[in-house]
């Protein structure tokens, strides 16, 4: 503080001794001299109030017999000078003027003192700016969070309970390393977080310094990469050489995967930056000189790129699985993300926890504030479970477009296409229930069906596959139905492209083909730049691969005339679900066990706070065809 003061003092000074300097070069002299005309000038000298002038430049400087002083300009009056001597004035001559000394050194060395100005605030930039200077380049980029300075903990990670254990031993070890080492254990020196994006590994690395409160060093994989050989590898030894003057630490490298690549790979072979930094980073973690206290955590969601010297024990001895949460654990991110929100009396984390399978922790911290956001547009006090309906439809289904209008004839096709992918769905075993359908526009759909299991699933049998498949043809089987072949729209490419991949893969990768066995068929699809191999090798003859064309044939025929099959038998339902989402748009599962029961639909409940629009109202959108139907399973 006390240097920036001086600094300040020391520019203000020299500001004020160069105003000074300036003012006395220029206009010290200056400041009793009146400007006179030329004619003026002449009168005067023939008045003989002219007592001495001096002549510099074509300038005239003159005292009267007053002593006042007077300036004009010589027009090159060649008279002047006889005129002057007949009247007795004293005449004064000067060569023309030259910049004083000050100005000459200024003008001299101005250049060099701006050159040296620029190297000077280079380095001091460089010196504040946390490895971003001229000198500093090859320092790391990590940012240190002091002992304390964290204040996330275990227990404010959820849905991870797992993955928690595998690291609260670090917890332990970091807190009180002699319980291990007097019994010749030894601490893993690095532990990789493997999840898909979203599920909570750079909060869970937080948490660890935060509980075992140590000093906690954090980076991004890109940070050590740059376009000059050697200045990550720079970076690196920096990094751990600060984290052995704080040990024990922790140093977390986010997205490791942009610095640890397998190398070698890819077309051209590697990239020299990046694989001199990978070497130095395996250097470090397992070399001569140990890092004892000083634990490595990565975080990355593509594990199969990285090298496989470092996933080696010794370097990173463990990988910790932070996959999606299952129902119980959703219900506990929603009730950690909800202690910041006021909620009504009839929000239920569990109830929403089941309508959620396959979010992430992002993801749910993402729906508790979309609920919010609703409730501050609406100016309501606290958060209700319809809003909270009401975002999670908005995340799973995509936005409404109601500012877009269609015609009442695409109205209705949609209305039945829906409809039919609802019925198939219901109809075929062991298919996920329908949990909501609409003809609102969402996204690039003109219509969404929504199925939600009602359980978390790991794996999908034969039958399961299969009856995805039905459901998938069943609103184009509607459209056939109902309007004829001619009026088909394109509204089922994406059904048709879905429903063909499902059937491709139960071919050729998960050996659900009667025709075919329990082999797999499918071509290697790694991409060259992600450390795989340049050529493509072909393990298929053509025979096979037309058998697999067959085969694939074959379940989409089975399941399309099934799917055809369902709607003929329950065509009056057909009409009936139709209608209603012609009149409501909105249907819901209760009403939809109603159409199928044959019973009196109930009228949905406004989950919105609006009232169900009725038939005759303003249609919606589209005006060109979309990939997408819309459906969701």
């Known amino acids: 503080m006390n240097s920036k003061i001086l600094q300040v003092f020391l520019w203000v000074g020299v500001s004020i001794w160069l105003a000074m300097t300036v003012n006395n070069l220029f206009f010290a002299n200056k400041l009793d001299i009146r400007p006179l005309s030329y004619s003026q000038f002449l009168r005067e000298i023939n008045d003989g109030a002219i007592q001495e002038v001096t002549i510099q430049d074509q300038t005239v400087l003159g005292v009267r017999s007053d002593g006042s002083r007077f300036e004009t300009y010589d027009p090159g009056d060649p008279g002047l000078v006889s005129d002057l001597l007949k009247h007795g004035v004293t005449i004064r001559a000067e060569p023309p003027a030259e910049p004083g000394v000050i100005m000459q050194l200024l003008a001299a060395w101005l250049p060099f003192i701006v050159l040296a100005g620029v190297w000077i605030w280079l380095l001091r930039r460089g010196g504040a700016g946390g490895g971003g200077g001229l000198f500093n380049f090859g320092k790391s980029r990590a940012r240190q969070h002091a002992e304390g300075d964290v204040k996330v903990t275990l227990r404010d990670v959820a849905g991870v309970d797992e993955a928690k254990e595998e690291v609260g031993e670090l917890v332990d070890f970091l807190r009180s390393p002699q319980k291990f080492t007097n019994l010749g254990g030894r601490i893993p020196r690095g532990v990789l977080m493997v999840g898909p994006p979203g599920t909570g590994k750079t909060l869970l690395a937080r948490a660890i310094a935060g509980e075992a409160k140590v000093p906690f ?367 409501f748009e909105t249907i819901a599962r209760d009403q939809i066990d109603d159409i199928m029961a044959g019973r009196p639909m109930r009228e949905p409940e406004d989950a919105f706070g609006v009232v169900p629009p009725k038939s005759g109202s303003a249609a919606r959108v589209d005006g060109a065809a979309v990939a997408a139907d819309g459906i969701t399973t």
């Open 217 to 583: 060093f954090s980076i991004s994989g890109s940070d050590f990469v740059e376009m000059f050989v050697g200045v990550g590898a720079s970076r690196v030894r920096d990094l751990f050489e600060q984290a052995k003057k704080s040990a024990p630490c922790i140093i977390f490298i986010d997205e490791i995967d942009a610095v640890g690549r397998k190398r070698g790979a890819g077309l051209g072979g590697g990239h020299d930056e990046r694989e001199q930094t990978l070497n130095q980073l395996l250097v470090e973690m397992d070399g001569f000189t140990g890092n004892e206290g000083v634990i490595v955590i990565a975080a990355t969601n593509r594990s199969d790129v990285l090298d496989p010297a470092l996933l080696r024990p010794g370097r990173f001895d463990r990988q910790v699985v932070v996959g999606l949460p299952d129902l119980a654990g959703r219900a506990a991110i929603l009730e950690v993300h909800m202690r910041k929100v006021p909620l009504a009396a009839d929000v239920d984390a569990k109830t929403i926890a089941r309508g959620t399978p396959g979010f992430s922790g992002a993801d749910l911290a993402n729906l508790v504030n979309e609920a919010a956001l609703f409730a501050a547009r609406s100016d309501e006090s606290e958060v209700s479970m319809a809003l909270f309906e009401k975002a999670k439809d908005k995340i799973m289904m995509g936005a409404e477009r109601r500012s877009l209008v269609m015609s009442e004839a695409e109205r209705k096709l949609t209305a039945y296409h829906e409809a039919g992918h609802v019925i198939v769905g219901r109809s075929v075993p062991e298919h996920d229930p329908v949990h909501k359908v609409s003809i609102i526009p969402r996204g690039r759909a003109l219509g969404v069906t929504l199925f939600l299991p009602e359980r978390d699933r790991y794996s999908m049998s034969k039958r399961q596959l299969e009856s995805q498949i039905s459901s998938l043809f069943g609103g184009r089987l509607a459209e056939e139905m109902i309007f004829g072949v001619e009026q088909v729209t394109t509204g089922a490419s994406n059904d048709i492209e879905r429903a063909t991949e499902i059937a491709r893969n139960m071919v050729t990768r998960f050996g659900l083909s009667d025709g075919l066995g329990p082999l797999a068929y499918a071509e290697d699809e790694g991409e060259v730049f992600l450390g795989r191999s340049v050529t493509q090798h072909r393990h298929v003859s053509p025979e096979t691969a037309l058998t697999i064309d067959k085969e694939v044939r074959i379940i989409i025929d089975r399941n399309y005339q099934r799917a055809q099959q369902i709607l003929t038998e329950h065509l009056d339902k057909l009409h009936v679900m139709a209608e209603a989402l012609l009149r």
